[in-house]
């Protein structure tokens, strides 16, 4: 490194030891003088891989990583020590492990259900006497079907004031993302009608009209808007959303509206979405160069909590 003076301006000399040999200079301006600094970096040697006929390039991909580690394969290095302490540092992941062999072993051996046969549903067993007091009690199913609807509409509403009204539009992707995940599995298989359903014409979609089983939208969009509450430390609403989320699990499992299978992926698919959505809107602001606009609430910057 050396530095050179030349009449009002001094250049500092960086000489990179390169395969090149390449001799950078980088200007500095003298402010006695009131002379400028150039902003621009200067352009990088022709021969740099980085650039091509004169054109920038990308940084190239680095090679993929071998299948074979260098250093050996991983189990070569373990010892009797190593499963106690997998045991005692992550208890749950070897409960899961267990639980992988049980499962095997049931459905390796539990007897199919015919096809004449109505679907085996535990949740369909556990709620099957408030199933038979819906029945014998049309007022109390309207009822609760009127108030299912009306938990619906406080989704909506949220879920829509948040992009309207605080400009942050993460849950409204999330819920284009659901719907219309949910409404090509559903026209892909169309369940059979649950055995003992109890309609309502005040129930959503109003009107007792045809729906998709799989999955439930009902709890999905539930499950989103109680996450962006919890992004937007709304925690007590939040709280709120998922004990009105939990009744309406127990009201369409009783009404015979689901089955459980899909209220659970319903609630899978509310954090597969809005993490999905979390996704999509980065990749829109690193791309685009943006900023996330302050929330009403909080008046800061939310999304990326």
Known sequence: MTAENSGSTTRLCVQRKAAEGTRVTLGIANHDHGSEIDPRPPPPPPSSPCVKDGKRMGTPSPPPVPLLPPQGPSFAGWSLDGPAGVARRHPVLCAFAFSLLFFMGVEYTIPMVPSTSPPLDLGFIATK??????????????????????????????????????????PTIAALFMFTCRGILGCSTQLPLPQGFQGSGVDFPVGNVS????????????????LD?????????????????????VRLLASRGHYTI???????????????????????????????????????SCEGR
Not at 211 to 226: D, E, Q, R, T, W
Not at 274 to 298: I, Q, T, W
């Open 262 to 300: 899909d209220l659970a992926v319903g609630v899978g698919a509310g954090y597969v979405f809005d993490n999905l959505a979390g996704k999509y809107e980065e990749s829109k602001l690193k791309r685009g160069g943006e900023h996330p606009r302050p929330c009403f609430s909080c008046r800061c």
């Open 129 to 170: 006497p408030l199933n038979r007091a819906l029945a014998t009690a049309p007022a109390l199913n309207t009822l609760l079907a009127a108030l299912n609807t009306v938990f619906v509409g406080m989704q909506t509403v949220y879920i829509v004031w948040t992009f309207l009204v605080e400009g942050r539009p993460r």
């Open 211 to 226: 729906f998709f089983l799989f999955f439930s939208g009902h709890v999905a969009g539930a499950v989103i808007a109680s």
């Open 229 to 249: 509450m919890r992004r937007t430390r709304r925690r007590r609403m939040a709280r709120v959303f998922d004990a009105l989320n939990l009744l309406q699990t």
